[in-house]
Each structure stands twice: as C-alpha cells, then as structure tokens.
T-cell receptor, first 116, second 115 residues
C-alpha cells in the first residue's frame, strides 16, 4: 500500500519569510515517482515538480526548492522569500504502482497563507 | 493549446437527480483520470482510462457512479441517483504516454452540490 502524509495542515508566514512544507511517503516499491501540486484559491491544480526514486538530487527553481531523501522517505518543499501569491494549498503525491502507472496517491495537503 | 476542459463548472442539483459531468482532455493525451476532492477524504482517484478503455475503476465509490469515454476527446462521469454526500469538486486530468513519465494536467474542476 502507498501513503502520503503531510503533517502540516495549515501554515501561516509573513511575506519574505522562508517556509518548508513537509511530505513523508510510504511505499514498498523501489521504483516510484513523487510530485508536488499547487492549488491556488481559484481551485485548479498546478503541477510543480516530478521526481523519480532514482534521482535524489535536490532541485531549485527560482524561489522553490525540493529536498528528496530516500533514507527518511521524505520529499520536502521549500519556498524562499515567500510572497502573497504563494498562498495556496500544496499537495504532495506518490505513484508507486509500477514504472509509471499514473495512479497518484495524494496527501491531504498543506494550506499556506502568506501574510503581507 | 487549450488545457483540460470541464463542464459545467458548477452544478447544483437535488437529491435523487441524475448528474453528468463532462471532460475534454488535452488533444493527444492517452490517459484520462477522474478525481474527487472533499474536505474529509482529500483527493481521490475514481477511475482512469487509457486509449478510451477503463483501466482501473476501483476508486468508484458505488454503483451509482459510472464513467465512459466514447472517444479520445470526451469523457463523462455520471451519478445516478445523486445524494448529498456526493457533493464535492470533481477533477478531470489527462496525461500523454511517452518514454518518460509525464505529469497529469488537471482541469478546473466541477463543483457539485447535491441538496
């Protein structure tokens, strides 16, 4: 069985602060994919990043960075110098049912509020 | 290119009525997914299709739910009869087949309210 845990239900930060969203996953598969999606107040789901289980390199994209650690089964997401536009619900997701079966298991999401 | 298109965006109906949600995937995408999002259960995969064929419908909650994909550019999710607990946001997503894993592109969702 696969499971994604986002222990932080809600986080509030003041603009320009850094914030890290935690994601812990469970799977017995050796090949799997991890994702982060953003859901702004408008409701749509926006893809942010995909990482496969064989690539533990951290990634940085502008103010966003991701820390993947297989040893702790974590795939954490950091926003540097947060902005009001970052306010959204962020979902971590896992696909571990084979090499790309496309069946995503989502965490419950972390609601981030950035206060001006 | 247009993204995934869903209609209607909002639907309000009374218990017992039939509800049909519609989805047009991104052209060229071979996979189509239906998800449901509620506060209690979060995002759940209901069913997905590959090349118009249903592959896994284990997430469909009850026989009241059915989904079809008559062609590569159209899918429906039907609830009959609807119940108040079906109130949720229903998302459709599509994804292309490729040599590398491709992410799912989500539509804007249909907010369903069953009174």
């Amino acid at each position: 069985a696969q499971k994604v845990t986002q222990a932080q239900t809600e986080i509030s930060v003041v603009e320009k602060e850094d914030v890290t969203l935690d994601c812990v996953y469970e799977t017995r598969d050796t090949t799997y994919y991890l994702f982060w999606y953003k859901q702004p107040p408008s409701g749509e789901l926006v893809f942010l990043i995909r990482r496969n289980s064989f690539d533990e390199q951290n990634e940085i994209s502008g103010r966003y960075s991701w820390n993947f650690q297989k040893s702790t089964s974590s795939f954490n997401f950091t926003i540097t110098a947060s902005q009001v536009v970052d306010s959204a619900v962020y979902f971590c997701a896992l696909d571990s049912s084979g090499a790309g079966s496309y069946q995503l298991t989502f965490g419950k999401g972390t609601k981030l509020s950035v206060i001006p | 290119d247009a993204g995934v298109i869903q209609s209607p965006r909002h639907e309000v109906t009374e218990m017992g009525q039939e509800v049909t949600l519609r989805c047009k995937p991104i052209s060229g995408h071979d996979y189509l997914f239906w998800y449901r999002q509620t506060m209690m259960r979060g995002l759940e995969l209901l069913i997905y299709f590959n090349n118009n064929v249903p592959i896994d419908d284990s997430g469909m909650p009850e026989d009241r739910f059915s989904a079809k994909m008559p062609n590569a550019s159209f899918s429906t999710l039907k609830i009959q009869p609807s119940e108040p607990r079906d109130s949720a946001v229903y998302f459709c997503a599509s994804s292309p087949t490729g040599t590398t894993y491709n992410e799912q592109f989500f539509g804007p969702g249909t907010r369903l309210t069953v009174l």
